[in-house]
C-alpha cells in the first residue's frame, strides 16, 4: 500500500532527528511507534540519552538544527533545558526524549510503553 503524505513526512522526520542525536553522539536511540496504542498523545517518542547534562543539551540543540536545515519544521515546545536532566522535544506527532544515563533507568520510558514497537536504531540503517 502506498503511504500517505504524512506518514512520508513523519519518516523525514523521524531520518533528521536521528541524524541530528547522531551528530552529537547521542547513545542507544530508540523509536518507539505508538499509533496502534490507545489514547497516546502522539504517533512516536525518539528517546536517548547523554553523559551529562552538557552532552545532553548539545544533542537536543543538535536535534533542533537538524531538523529545522532537512525539514524546515520547528520543535512546537520544549523542556527541560534549564537542568538538562530530560529534554523534551515535541514535534507534534513525533516526541523526542533525551535524558542523562540515570534518569532514563528512572523512567524506564521503554518498559513503560512496552505494549508498542519499541526498536533499537541502528545508525547505519537510518
Known amino acids: 500500500m502506498a503511504k500517505t503524505q504524512k506518514e512520508k513526512d513523519s519518516e523525514n ?3 533528521a532527528i536521528i541524524e541530528g542525536i547522531d551528530r552529537n553522539k547521542g547513545l542507544d536511540i ?3 511507534d505508538l499509533r496502534k496504542i490507545n489514547h497516546s ?5 525518539i528517546i536517548c540519552h547523554g ?4 552532552h545532553v543539551d548539545a544533542i537536543a540543540r543538535s536535534v533542533e538544527k537538524t531538523v529545522e536545515e532537512l525539514t524546515g519544521e520547528k520543535v512546537w515546545h520544549k ?3 534549564q537542568n538538562s536532566l530530560w529534554i523534551l522535544l515535541d514535534y507534534a506527532d513525533i516526541m523526542v526524549h533525551i535524558f542523562q544515563y540515570e534518569a532514563r533507568n528512572f523512567y524506564n520510558l521503554e518498559n513503560l510503553w512496552a505494549d508498542a514497537l519499541v526498536e533499537e536504531v541502528n ?4
Not at 553523559?51 to 552538557?54: A, E, G, L, R, Y
Not at 545508525?123 to 537510518?126: A, D, S
Open 13 to 15: 522526520l523521524i531520518h
Open 30 to 32: 530508540v523509536k518507539i
Open 41 to 45: 498523545e502522539c504517533n512516536y517518542f
Open 51 to 54: 553523559n551529562s547534562n552538557t
Open 79 to 81: 523542556d527541560g533545558y
Open 123 to 126: 545508525i547505519e540503517n537510518k
